[in-house]
């Protein structure tokens, strides 16, 4: 029989092992420069996470690309796990846009080939043969820059 200072204590024990167990964080870096814009969201998974969640898809989020994914279960994430007995087990995922490099006073805007939006395949592989001829005279990188209309 199990007495009762040591009953309090086992559920002391159990009770602090069920709050840590739930929470994890992990991060991807791409390698990009990470920029100010950052767009987070909830994803869904089921039955423990057995049933995994849909592809972040943050494109339209991020026009320069993606720096940085961070996924976690946080503490409300495990609480709405264990209120739904692990059938719903949402996480949270954080993406960080890339910085657009065009902005950086490093790039010389001799060496950027501008390719407006909705030009067709010998007009982008024209701007591709443009970039390398700069890049091949002036011995730096030459960047091609896709632009969209301004809406």
């Given at each position: 029989m199990i007495k009762r200072s040591q009953g309090?204590?086992?559920i002391v024990v159990l009770f602090s092992l069920f709050l840590l167990a739930g929470c994890y964080h992990a991060t991807i870096d791409t390698g990009l420069a990470p920029g100010h814009k950052t767009v987070e969201m909830w994803k869904h998974s089921w039955i423990y996470g057995l049933v995994p969640p849909s592809v972040v898809e943050a494109q339209s989020e991020c026009e320069n690309g993606v720096a940085r994914v961070e996924t976690q279960q946080s503490f409300i994430n495990g609480l709405v796990n264990v209120l739904t007995g692990?059938?719903?087990?949402?996480?949270?995922?954080?993406?960080?846009?890339?910085?657009?490099?065009?902005?950086?006073?490093?790039?010389?805007?001799?060496?950027?080939?501008?390719?407006?939006?909705?030009?067709?395949?010998?007009?982008?592989?024209?701007?591709?043969?443009?970039?390398?001829?700069?890049?091949?005279?002036?011995?730096?990188?030459?960047?091609?820059?896709?632009k969209r209309d301004s809406l």
């Open positions: 309090s204590f086992l692990g059938i719903y087990t949402p996480m949270t995922v954080i993406v960080t846009c890339a910085a657009d490099d065009m902005s950086s006073a490093a790039v010389d805007s001799a060496s950027v080939v501008i390719v407006p939006y909705g030009s067709d395949y010998e007009e982008i592989m024209d701007a591709f043969g443009q970039a390398a001829d700069k890049a091949v005279a002036a011995e730096q990188p030459a960047y091609v820059q896709f």
